[in-house]
């Protein structure tokens, strides 16, 4: 047996009308001992097959079946269910659901969830042997195939209708493995990432401070990829306006002081730690009380406000002794590529990713980003795209460093 692990997965057992289905209770349980939270979808022949209060019983969920059930949608529809999985496994697939699959059609619950996910779908097919080796059957497999829809097995062998031969719905432990290892890419299972994201907001008066143009965007674009790469993600937050990914933990923070606060608080079980914030590096020495008014009787037409100089968080982090293992950004206008290795240094960083401000198509606010990644070994730059797509780069460029480090 393979040591991947469904933990934090969420998987839709797609249940068709064969006799195979007896076995999908089984598949159920299987997929559940390995981690993941099952919903199943069952087609109206599948019910004549195995009852939904078994199913219901096993998934620990409702078991859903009506496209066109007002009640059902409600509770949870089916693009609710479609953007909800991370796989869609259906077992038994039968020759009429891969026909239907292949046409395109969207004639009942299960296929429209399939024509409307982006979750990666799976079949494992079950039929008898005429019906697989069939060339129409076969030429809907090559065109799920071409769509990239999987499928696992079938297994050769005696079938329910006394045939031999290929078509039989490969066994519940194999199908929970095979699901297991669609996310075997997932290179941070089991590690803790913790991120900080968005500026920091320094107060000088209880309606005024001093900030930065962070939009939070790349940061969370990072804890978006890092959990979609298995990790658990704690997201400290500067003030910022974006909804929080999926699976996300989320620790809102106003100013450094709080965000340095937050962030020790979590360190001590992290793995991997990526300071995206844009920290202010200093803070009005006193806060006013009370809003700040123009002194009538000071002639001139300005105002000092004494800064102080905030904590250094990404810094503090990697001067631990057991740190985990440390990745900065460093926002620059100018030399960008040696200020970031000045920061690596004295900041005593494993990594950090030079981003170039001064370029308002990327850096702060902007959807898209371009970097550099530095670190004692490499020198990796990254030309402009989405931040959301850059996310996905850099968590798999960080994962290989954490994962082959010595
Ligand atoms: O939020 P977006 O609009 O998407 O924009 C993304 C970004 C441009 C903010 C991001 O890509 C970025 O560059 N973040 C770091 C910004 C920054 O503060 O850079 P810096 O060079 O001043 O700081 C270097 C590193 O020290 C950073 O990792 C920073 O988080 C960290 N730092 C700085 C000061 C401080 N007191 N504590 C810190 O941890």
Known sequence: MTLATLSNKRIIVGIAGG???YKSAELVRRLKEQGA????????AAQSFITPLTLQAVSGNPVHMDLLDPAAEAAMGHIELARWADLVLIAPATADLMARMAAGQGNDLLTTLCLATEAPICLAPAMNQAMWRDASTQHNATVLLERGIQCFGPAEGEQACGDIGPGRMLEPTQLADSCAQQFQSEKLTGKHVVITAGPTQEAIDPVRYISNHSSG???????????????????????????TPDRVVRV???SAMDMYQATHQVIPDADIFIACAAVADYRPEQVADHKLKKDPTVAEDEMIIRLVRNPDIVASVASQPSKPFVVGFAAETQDIINYAKDKLEHKNLDMIIANNVADTTVGFNSDDNAVTVISREVEEPFPPMAKTLLARKLIDFISHAVNNQH
């Open 252 to 254: 809102d923070v106003i």
């Open 217 to 243: 965007k790349m940061g969370f674009a990072l804890a978006e990829a890092a959990v979609a790469a298995g990790a658990k993600v704690t997201l400290i937050a500067g003030p910022v306006t974006l909804a």
């Open 37 to 44: 939270e099952v919903r199943v979808v069952m087609t109206e």
């Open 19 to 21: 006799i195979a289905a």
